[in-house]
T-cell receptor, first 112, second 113 residues
Framework: SQKIEQNSEALNIQEGKTATLTCNYT??????LQWYRQDPGRGPVFLLL?????KEKRKERLKVTFDTTLKQSLFHITASQPADSATYLC???????????FGQGTTLQVKP | DADVTQTPRNRITKTGKRIMLECSQT?????MYWYRQDPGLGLRLIYY???????NKGEISDGYSVSRQAQAKFSLSLESAIPNQTALYFC????????????FGPGTRLTVL
């Protein structure tokens, strides 16, 4: 069956460290993989997109990698800050379906 | 920033009642979506619409119906609400039909007693 999985346990790190979140998928061949941020009680907000033929994408302190052989994406936040505390969702697009498939999200807590 | 608005933001209702959740967007996007979010289960797609005449079921459409009244409006109805429909509901629009990147509304918290 098709699955997209993120670490269900919350990730707690110290301010200034790099946070790394994992997204694994099975039985999909996504054309794109996206990362969203969600704050409590709010809608998800798009952060980054990476295409199947890209290995890495960066935006300011954010970095996403995409390994289609391992069927895995890693999301890194460098020099983390308490304001980065939120739930991060990965989502994949099989392509040409008009739909996204979301993981359940990983909650990041950055402590000062 | 109110490009996608949802009403109501919170609703408490009783089992068996009919409920309508409304979504409006000013972004001019053709594609609109309804999701529900439950703790530990992530976002699950209920219905989606690519234009006014094109409405499709998502993975969990049972117990729900939708209406696309105009390009800018997409409503979700619970015909006879039940307690396990208690959840956070999000409307979204598609910002890019090539990549399916989505823009979400603020959500409606629905409680069915």
């Amino acid at each position: 069956s098709q699955k997209i999985e993120q670490n269900s346990e919350a990730l707690n790190i110290q301010e200034g460290k790099t946070a790394t979140l994992t997204c694994n998928y099975t039985n999909y061949s996504p054309a794109y993989l996206q990362w969203y941020r969600q704050d409590p009680g709010r809608g998800p907000v798009f952060l980054l997109l990476i295409r199947e033929n890209e290995k890495e994408k960066r935006k300011e302190r954010l970095k996403v990698t995409f390994d289609t052989t391992l069927k895995q994406s890693l999301f890194h936040i460098t020099a983390s800050q308490p304001a980065d505390s939120a739930t991060y969702l990965c989502a994949l697009s099989p392509g040409n379906t008009g739909k996204l498939i979301f993981g359940q999200g990983t909650t990041l807590q950055v402590k000062p | 920033d109110a490009d996608v608005t949802q009403t109501p933001r919170n609703r408490i209702t009783k089992t068996g009642k009919r409920i309508m959740l409304e979504c409006s967007q000013t972004k001019g996007h053709d594609r609109m979506y309804w999701y529900r979010q439950d703790p530990g289960l992530g976002l699950r797609l209920i219905y989606y619409s690519f234009d006014v005449k094109d409405i499709n079921k998502g993975e969990i459409s049972d117990g729900y119906s939708v209406s696309r009244q105009a390009q800018a409006k997409f409503s979700l109805s619970l015909e006879s609400a039940i307690p396990n429909q208690t959840a956070l509901y999000f409307c979204a629009t598609n910002t890019d039909s090539g990549t399916d990147t989505q823009y979400f509304g603020p959500g409606t918290r629905l409680t069915v007693l």
